[in-house]
């Protein structure tokens, strides 16, 4: 519904300008058809909302910016509550930028999220794990992360941990449509 009324929005400001073109008034055609852009990419930015329009943006270019394929041997995990637990992930990068995570700007990391055993987010943000080179786009590598559960004060219990690449200071990647990995994960008393 907002799309449709996006739409008709765009389309009566493109046919209202150029009828002032018409009328005399004074604007120059190159300034009217400007304004016919402006005015479709505010309607489309504030009534879908700006994330979900450069989101469906995005889905237009040939290939996403941020997009990767995170996948793992392991369908679940045990760690004991006192020691570190590894996971091994296969990480391709499905996207048009090259991953790098000793870049002075906007390294590239593994990280992830913690759960509870319905998927209720716990903790958003823990430690990394780096690529060891860069990444181009099509490559892809096998990262371990290390799960330290008494480090990073997580109580005995199931969960589910679930693995996404960050762009450090710009996004997330599964906030521009990548997939992550959930893997359940037990820690131990």
């Known amino acids: 519904m907002k799309l449709i009324f996006c739409i008709a929005a765009a389309l009566s400001a493109f046919t209202a300008i150029p009828l002032f073109i018409i009328r005399g008034e004074k604007f120059g055609k190159r300034r009217a058809y400007l304004m016919i852009f402006c005015s479709a990419l505010f309607f489309s930015s504030v009534f879908i909302g700006a994330e979900h329009f450069f989101s469906i943006l995005e889905s237009f270019w040939p290939s996403r910016l941020y997009a990767a394929e995170i996948t793992s041997d392991t369908s679940s995990f045990i760690i004991p509550s006192i020691g570190t637990g590894e996971i091994t992930l296969n990480v391709i990068n499905r996207g048009a930028l090259t991953w790098d995570s ?14 509870n055993e319905r998927g209720v987010m716990i903790r958003f ?65």
């Not at 371990?144 to 693995?163: D, K, M, N, T």
């Open 102 to 115: 000793l870049a002075e700007r906007e390294p590239v990391f593994l990280g992830w999220h913690l759960h």
């Open 125 to 189: 943000d823990n430690t990394r794990a780096p690529f060891s080179l860069p990444i181009p786009p099509g490559e892809s590598e096998r990262v371990v992360v290390h799960v330290s559960p008494a480090l990073e004060g997580i109580p005995a219990g199931r969960y589910l941990i679930e693995f996404d690449l960050v762009c450090e200071n710009v996004t997330w990647f599964a906030d521009r449509g990548s997939a992550t990995c959930r893997i359940p994960m037990e820690v131990l008393p």
